[in-house]
């Protein structure tokens, strides 16, 4: 079953982006703990603004994160919780300088650069072999988040590196500050 193309919903909810005045902070609740991830619009600014726009739109609440592997990344952003759905639509690739490191937010997609939808991951440890092949826009805002993203990375899988536990993500929050704001 094809999922809904929410690409009008998204563009209708980042209408009122602006990267050059503000700075934008994601922040899931999952059934594990708070994740605030920083963005990088510098670098990828259409994941960034998709991002946001599914974040606003309560694309993720309630989805879980379907695929962990111990060391190395854990993954959520799928509507079926199987690692095959999507927003309906995709976004080219951003490829850019940024490495995959510990607490790194990067876009999950298929074999074709340009695939990329709603699913991401999340880092546990440096993946270079991921550099300039995946495309990286955020990173955790803080020690406490990359705890919980380690703490998610811990918890026991089974076939297809599902949790055997389900771990979701309760919310999604789009907080906004101005530049000025931040930098005082």
Not at 25 to 32: G, S, Y
Not at 150 to 169: C, L, M, Q, S, Y
């Amino acid at each position: 079953m094809a999922s809904a193309n929410r690409k009008s919903d998204v563009d209708a909810a980042t209408a009122d982006l602006d990267f050059a005045a503000n700075t934008y902070r994601i922040e899931f609740d999952t059934t594990l703990g708070p994740i605030r991830l920083d963005l990088f619009p510098d670098a990828a600014p259409e994941h960034c603004r998709n991002l946001i726009g599914l974040s606003r739109i309560g694309y993720y609440d309630g989805l879980l994160f379907h695929r962990v592997i111990a060391g190395f990344m854990i993954q959520g952003g799928c509507p079926s919780g199987t690692g095959t759905g999507g927003p309906g639509y995709t976004i080219r690739a951003e490829f850019n300088r940024l490495p995959h490191e510990p607490g790194t937010l990067s876009m999950a997609r298929t074999n074709d650069p340009n695939s990329a939808g709603s699913q991401f991951f999340l880092c546990l440890e440096k993946a270079p072999h991921l550099d300039r092949n995946y495309t990286v826009f955020g990173l955790t805002a803080d020690p406490a988040s990359l705890d919980t993203v380690r703490k998610i990375g811990r918890v026991p899988t089974g076939a297809n590196d599902r949790p055997k536990t389900d771990v979701a993500i309760r919310t999604a929050k789009v907080e906004c500050q101005t530049r000025a704001a931040r930098s005082s």
